[in-house]
């Protein structure tokens, strides 16, 4: 452990931004170690963790101390040696807080990756370098393009065990660059690693002076992500609307919800969805006074001049940007059902920014290899983890975005009416 | 595209609006939330949160303490006056009641932590409330790593976390048969040390034992539990005053203090950022009692 150790500062804790990243891997790769490693570097491992860990490593038999038990969670998992279900763990640097949604490897991967991908910024795929690309890592990286997930990192692990050859890195490095180009990935990064050993990870390695390079850590923490939200269409989803029944406050009527994208303004011409009607807003409240302009993810109250009729699942947008008013819907679908599977004809209850509808299977038009990424259309069905594309067609319209433009606007999930269990994941496609 | 202003939010703002969006589509969606607010700092900044939430209203769902009888008298006098100064409805679950009652019955170590579950579910099927936001955090147990932002509990109030609905984007499931609930985590994603620098943005008020004051105080296994009518001397222990405050506030008869001279919020941050041991494992003696002691009270119902 002889690693720079990088120490919370307490001073810098409110000018710092927030990144999240999902990472993808099984415990082969060294994913759990990796996490361990950035948690232990930047002391976001307390003594008593490290203790129960080092107890545990002792009683197995480790050599050293096995940095992905910490990452271990519930009892079965223990007890099956298997990682079940997303966990979210989190660390901070003096610049960035970071969320890590850690999606296991085996059971369930599609889902698990899928659902960590949603909410995140960048994706860090692990490879390691004795075995080179497997067919996981191509699904991997198909699924964060799926996701659209703006920054993608590969590590390639367990350097030490091919001598930090330079020409085993490229050779991974390069096919992996090709793969990725077939897939619209808009950010790859690859970095030579040993989690195991700490190389590359919170500072650059002496082991590796061919690598020009940042380490992963540094990488993270430097990431351009303030330009990956899209301020430019203006899209806010009401969830709410406050009108408060007291008598010191009268005749206030706002609009709450977060802004999905798009910068908004006092005085800015808006239409209302599905409605149509425009109004200009009057203010944007929030409980510590108006402000100037709410962009995302701002939570605000959004106040207009005219009283229209709006209410929650209504949007608020530009009149020449608006997003489509649409009942048939063209997506991407993943199924995450292990009891039934999506079939055409199939009910479900859509949800689709703050607003809920149902929504009819029209057609399946093919299956997804995700590994291969060959297109079956003779499918007549999705299975739990396989994806598709779908046309829906839904009882209300949906104000839609293609999610290539919006992830917020363009995403949504499936719900079975008689279990309430999210059963699929949308990326709309198209909307009309 | 150029920018002439970055647009950036910092990483507390970006929690603060994810915490306020939860909140909101909880109140859109559901018929009888509400609040679980123990007096402890994070039910607090979830209050604040709620507070903000639905300005210029007033938060538009009850409080709920379940007061476990054990009671640190500065949090009760907090929470009576927090409560009546945002005029909010407050709902008490009574342990000692459930116990005169003969609903639970008293561990025989006394303890109160783990009977507090069956008082909760029964408190939750007599008002029949269907979203309990709890101040949970992901950060603080592996259990809870787990743990969603809507978490789906059956009509036994149990948690199954092999059969948890994926959560994508933040579109939020919180469906439910009658009879069933969903609780809420909207602190899901801050640390304790986002807790602590929150409260220090927001100017929050906390109740005194969590700043650094001296205490008569009794050493056991390395943890300082207050001298009083739950915790007394066992033979040859001896009690002594020293400086302390509070890092968790629970059952007064299982919550341990820390030795601290932050008698101050920016004082306790550094402490925050300096301190090697979890806020768990550090004052609390019913953490201690397996590995997966949280998760098993979790399965039971528990916050």
């Known amino acids: ?432 | 595209m150029s920018q002439t202003k970055p647009y950036r939010v910092s990483h507390l703002d970006a929690l603060e609006a994810e915490s306020i969006f939860v909140m909101r589509e909880v109140m859109a969606e559901f018929e009888r939330p509400v609040l679980l607010f123990s007096g402890g700092k994070d039910s607090i900044v979830m209050l604040r949160l709620a507070e903000k939430a639905f300005a210029p209203a007033r938060i538009p769902f009850p409080v709920m303490h379940v007061d476990t009888g054990h009671n640190f008298p500065e949090v009760l006098e907090y929470r009576d006056r927090r409560v009546a100064s945002l005029g909010l409805n407050l709902v008490v679950a009574s342990v000692q009641e459930a116990i005169d009652a003969g609903q639970v019955r008293e561990l025989p170590d006394g303890t109160r932590n783990r009977i507090q579950t069956p008082v909760l579910l029964a408190a939750v099927e007599k008002y029949r409330f269907d979203a309990l936001f709890g101040g949970a955090r992901r950060d603080e147990e592996k259990a809870r790593a787990k743990e969603r932002m809507f978490s789906f509990r059956d009509e036994f109030g149990q948690w199954d976390p092999k059969n948890q609905r994926p959560e994508l984007w933040s579109l939020y499931n919180g469906r439910h048969h009658p009879g069933e609930s969903i609780r809420v985590f909207p602190l899901s994603n801050w640390t304790e040390l986002d807790v602590w620098h929150y409260i220090a943005k927001e100017d929050i008020p906390l109740p005194d034992i969590y700043y650094a004051h001296d205490r008569e105080v009794v050493e056991r296994n390395g943890m300082f539990y207050a001298v009083n009518e739950f915790i007394r001397l066992r033979d040859g222990e001896t009690s002594e005053v020293r400086r302390v405050r509070y890092r968790t506030v629970g059952d007064a008869s299982q919550t341990a203090a820390v030795l601290s001279e932050a008698d101050t919020v920016e004082k306790v941050i550094d402490e925050v950022a300096a301190t090697r041991i979890t806020e768990r494992g550090a004052t609390r003696g019913d953490d201690k009692v397996s590995e997966a002691a949280m998760e098993d009270r979790k399965r039971e119902g528990y916050f």
């Open chain 1, 1 to 432: 452990m002889s690693q720079a150790v990088l120490e919370p500062d307490a001073t810098a804790g409110r000018g710092m931004d927030l990144l999240r990243f999902a990472t993808a891997g099984s415990v082969d790769d060294g994913k759990s170690t990796l996490i361990g490693r950035l948690l232990y570097d930047t002391k976001t491992i307390f003594e008593d963790q490290l203790e129960a860990v080092e107890t545990a490593s002792a009683s197995r038999g480790d050599e050293y101390t096995n940095l992905a038990l910490l990452t271990d969670g519930l009892r079965a998992e223990r007890e099956q040696g298997i990682t079940i279900d997303v966990a979210y763990r989190y660390f901070a640097t003096p610049r960035r807080k970071f969320i890590i949604a850690d999606t296991p490897g085996h059971i369930q991967y599609t889902r698990n990756m899928v659902t960590g991908a949603s909410t995140a910024d960048l994706a860090l795929i692990l490879v390691d370098a004795r075995k080179g690309l497997v067919e996981q890592s191509r699904r991997h990286a198909f699924l964060t393009s799926l996701l659209r997930v703006p920054h993608l990192v590969l590590c390639i692990n367990k350097m030490d065990l091919v001598d930090w050859d330079k020409a085993v890195y490229d050779k991974i490095a390069d096919e992996f660059t090709s793969f990725a180009a077939k897939l619209d990935v808009p950010d790859l990064t690859t970095i030579p690693i040993s989690a195991l050993n700490g190389d590359n990870i919170a500072s650059r390695s002496d082991k590796s002076p061919w690598y020009e390079g940042s380490s992963l850590l540094h990488h993270l923490e430097h990431v351009h992500i303030a330009s990956d939200r899209n301020l430019v269409d203006v899209r806010f989803p009401v969830q709410y609307v406050i009108r408060p029944q007291s008598t010191t406050v009268t005749d206030y009527r706002g609009y709450a919800g977060q802004v999905a994208s798009g910068i908004l303004k006092p005085g800015d011409e808006v239409m209302a969805l599905p409605s149509g009607m425009t109004s200009t807003i009057a203010s944007i409240d929030t409980a510590d006074g108006p402000v100037g302009e709410a962009f995302p993810p701002m939570s605000v109250t959004v106040r207009l001049n005219d009283e229209i009729d709006i209410s929650r699942g209504d949007m608020i947008c530009r009149r020449n940007n608006a997003p489509a008013v649409a009942q048939d819907i063209e997506a991407m679908i993943c199924w995450m059902d292990e009891t039934a599977p999506l079939r055409v004809g199939g009910k479900y209850a859509i949800k689709h920014t703050t607003r809920t509808a149902r929504a009819v299977v029209r057609g399946l038009q093919y299956r997804l290899d995700v590994n291969t990424l060959h297109r079956d259309e003779s499918a007549d069905g999705l299975a739990l983890n396989e994806i598709g594309r779908v046309k829906l067609r839904t009882t209300v319209p949906l104000l839609a975005d293609e999610y290539r433009r919006n992830r917020t606007t363009g995403g949504f999930i499936l719900i079975d009416e008689s279990t309430n269990r999210t059963v699929g994941a949308g990326m709309i496609i198209e909307a009309r």
